[in-house]
């Protein structure tokens, strides 16, 4: 048997363990039986016995097995005994996983990962970072501390109890301690500066923070759509992830249509006055400097002092005047607010691909003012 099958039978095994490890005996077997095939070993075919007859196989198990194949090799080749063999009671107990209620698996380490950061309240101890350090060293330490803690405790990727509450406890440790203004705050005060705003009432809107989910995506880097995180975590994080409207055609269709109708009805009502272009201004000018307001929608306009004498107050021409004024007043904000959106996805996406979180909270909270008018005419 050649060395490359033995290697190539070695990979085999370890994506079997990994399978078993997800819950995929199917795919386990298939691993195994496949390195079986390009180098017999017996502990691949204890371990593959026992998945095959549904024994209660635990992934510390399946490391056993792989550690001890790998021990056995590392022995005949040397004539002694393997490097690390001594380690591996150590890394079976490190290995041993557990089930959730959900039925996710997590190792004793992740719990006392978990345990570790949910007592801990000082943001500067969740990420193990020196307060003490200059500017520079706290900044890029937060980084690389938050890199580590976030790939860990994610609740995707970590099922201990308490997994999603650790995740947001050190999202927030790091959007604080990342932002130079909020880290000198937070070392004067002791509080963090979002959350004192919040209990002030300064900041109560749940769209006013940013979620871990956001945090986490921004510093790697990754769009949702493409996140190795997102389709197990896409309806979870609908809990907790801030509801931006959508101010689509679509949401103002039934005002539109409302709008059209009436002014349809009004135009057949005289033929005469489709032929008219009626005469207004959102803004006063030089001929148009006369304000008005719609009785319907309140909507201020300006005419010409002309305007009384073909309008009267009241008459079936000034109500079909009226109407064109709000038709042509929601098709500016639908246009307007249509740009406001494509700009702050716009500024989202840059956030991203540059790994900001001060971008991505700047263009989160981008003003949308046609988008507001909009959703108080609804």
């Known amino acids: 048997m050649s060395i490359a099958n033995r290697d190539e039978a070695k990979r085999c095994r370890e994506k079997g363990v990994e399978a078993l490890r997800s819950g995929d005996r199917d795919k386990c077997v298939r691993f195994l039986e496949k390195s079986l095939r390009m180098y017999e070993d017996p502990d691949t075919q204890s371990l593959l016995q026992k998945v095959r007859e549904g024994k209660d196989t635990t992934t510390s198990d399946a490391e056993t097995s792989s550690k001890s194949s790998e021990a056995s090799k590392a022995t005949t080749a040397s004539g002694g005994t393997p490097d ?8 079976e107990l490190a290995g041993k996983a557990r089930t959730n209620k959900d039925g996710k698996s997590y190792t004793d380490e992740q719990n006392r990962l978990v345990q570790r950061v949910l007592r801990t309240e000082d943001y500067y101890q969740i990420l193990g970072v020196d307060r003490n350090g200059n500017s ?6 937060v980084k690389k501390a938050y890199r580590k803690l976030a790939l860990k405790l994610h609740p995707d990727k970590n099922g201990a109890p308490g997994a999603e509450e650790a995740f947001k406890k050190v999202s927030k440790a790091f959007q604080c301690l990342s932002d130079e203004a909020k880290r000198r705050s937070y070392d004067q005060t002791g509080r963090d500066p979002e959350q004192s705003a919040s209990a002030s009432g300064r900041a109560g809107r749940a769209d006013d923070f940013m979620t871990a989910q956001d945090i986490f995506d921004a510093f790697f880097g990754v769009p949702r759509q493409n996140s190795p995180f997102y389709a197990q975590h896409a309806q979870h994080q609908q809990q907790y992830r801030p509801q931006r409207a959508s101010f689509s055609f679509l949401q103002f269709l039934p005002l539109i249509m409302l709008l059209l109708v009436t002014l349809l009805a009004n135009f057949n009502a ?56 709000e038709t042509s007043y929601v098709n500016n904000l639908l246009a ?16 991203k691909r540059h790994r900001s979180v001060e971008q991505l909270e700047q263009a989160k909270n981008t003003p949308r003012p046609s988008c507001d008018k909009l959703n108080r005419l609804k």
């Open 84 to 91: 690390g063999l001594r380690h591996r009671k150590a890394d």
């Open 136 to 141: 520079t060293d706290v900044d890029a330490t």
């Open 270 to 325: 005289d033929n005469s006055y489709s032929h008219q272009r009626p005469k207004f201004s959102f803004n006063p000018t030089k001929s148009y400097t006369v304000q008005e307001s719609t009785n319907d929608m309140h909507i201020k306009y300006y005419v010409p002092p002309s305007h009384s004498a073909k309008y009267p107050a009241g008459s079936s021409e000034q109500q079909r005047f009226e109407t064109t004024v």
């Open 336 to 351: 307007d607010c249509d740009f406001e959106e494509r700009t702050m996805v716009r500024n989202i996406q840059l956030a």
